[in-house]
């Protein structure tokens, strides 16, 4: 149904009003209390094999929301009925900001892409913690963080920092997301001593806590293997408890889209189908490299059962969707834990 009739329907407006739409519905509808139970009903599966024990944490299956679907945090509670395992928050920042000007986020249906050029926009690191206060602790949460626009990156790692201080109490674990196309500069922040700076300090600002969250880094498609041998050197060095593979790519190599489309999408980061051949060259490459020393989630290109199981044999632990929610609708959780609880992998 959703692909046949509402799919089509939403694609006629732009994307990102569509999300908040469709966002606004869901709170809305889920005032009435029987909605709750259905939907979770409906979508939930639940099996043995799905369950999944991962830096420390319980997860009811290993298919999680990526970062920048739910950036403030309005709409976990919701996602937890559409038999997600867990959702990631954000990116958040300290302070709010507006993010880049619109349009910024494009379809591309010959693809089954996404082009995105947000900017970390978000309400701030203090709303999305009040929002999050009264979760209940059934479904896993992540807190991705970035910095401000504005903040030089020579300062970086205060930003980082603070958004750990406001989020501590009310997320599972931390991603440090410096892999983002569409702030200016950031990507800058994966070479060696940058990172080393600022993964630092979060891991000292983590020791001041009773309770340790862990810390994961979020890593960009489009690092040579030497640079993933520095990240690693770095993350081991440091004690993450793991690495998000991967963030959007900037390549527009091998898409089926027009050239006079792409020239209107512009640019920003490319998620969706053309990212999974990469995202899945690199999940495997940190495996082989980590040996288990650290966690992988994998993200890119995921849509079906076959492609997660792709990515578990590659080596992650854990999958994340966005694009993929886009394309096959609210039931792909549903549709990839069934698959998974009939197999072996």
Not at 14 to 19: S, T
Not at 160 to 175: E, G
Not at 191 to 206: G, Q, T, W
Not at 277 to 282: H, L
Request: overall charge positive.
């Amino acid at each position: 149904m959703y692909k046949r009739f509402i799919k089509p329907f939403f694609f006629l407006f732009d994307p990102e009003e569509v999300h908040y739409f469709v966002f606004d519905f869901i709170k809305i509808a889920y005032h009435f209390p029987f909605i709750n139970s259905v939907v979770k009903w409906w979508f939930t599966v639940n099996h043995a094999t799905l369950k999944r024990k991962v830096m420390g944490l319980e997860f009811d299956n290993p298919i999680g929301i990526a970062a920048g679907f739910d950036k403030d945090a309005r709409l976990f509670k919701e996602l937890e009925t559409f038999g997600f395992g867990f959702v990631e928050i954000g990116t958040v920042t300290p302070m709010p900001q507006g993010g880049n000007p619109k349009p910024r986020l494009f379809r591309l249906p010959d693809d089954e892409a996404l082009v995105n050029r947000m900017g970390f926009n978000n309400e701030g690191a203090m709303a999305a913690a009040q929002r999050l206060s009264g979760r209940k602790p059934s479904l896993v949460i992540g807190g991705n963080i970035g910095k401000n626009k504005l903040t030089p990156n020579e300062n970086a790692a205060d930003d980082y920092i603070k958004c750990v201080q406001i989020l501590h109490r009310f997320v599972d674990y931390f991603v440090v997301n410096v892999s983002s196309p569409n702030t200016p500069g950031l990507r800058e922040l994966q070479d060696k001593e940058p990172l080393k700076k600022i993964l630092s300090a979060v891991m000292s600002e983590m020791e001041k806590f009773q309770v340790k969250k862990p810390v994961c880094l979020k890593i960009a498609p489009d690092l040579t293997n030497t640079q993933l041998d520095e990240i690693i050197e770095i993350v081991l060095e440091c004690g993450l408890a793991g690495i998000i593979a991967t963030n959007t790519t900037i390549s527009r190599e091998g898409l089926n889209t027009p050239e006079f489309k792409l020239a209107e999408a512009g640019t920003g980061g490319l998620s969706g189908k053309p990212l999974k051949k990469r995202s899945t060259e690199v999940i495997r490459y940190l495996a082989e490299k980590g040996k288990g020393k650290y966690a992988i989630i994998g993200v890119g290109g995921i849509f079906t059962p076959e492609d997660v199981k792709e990515k578990l044999a590659a080596g992650a632990d854990l999958v994340q969707v966005y694009t993929g929610f886009i394309y096959e609708g609210p039931g792909i959780a549903k549709t990839i834990n069934r698959g998974l609880s009939q197999s072996t992998v």
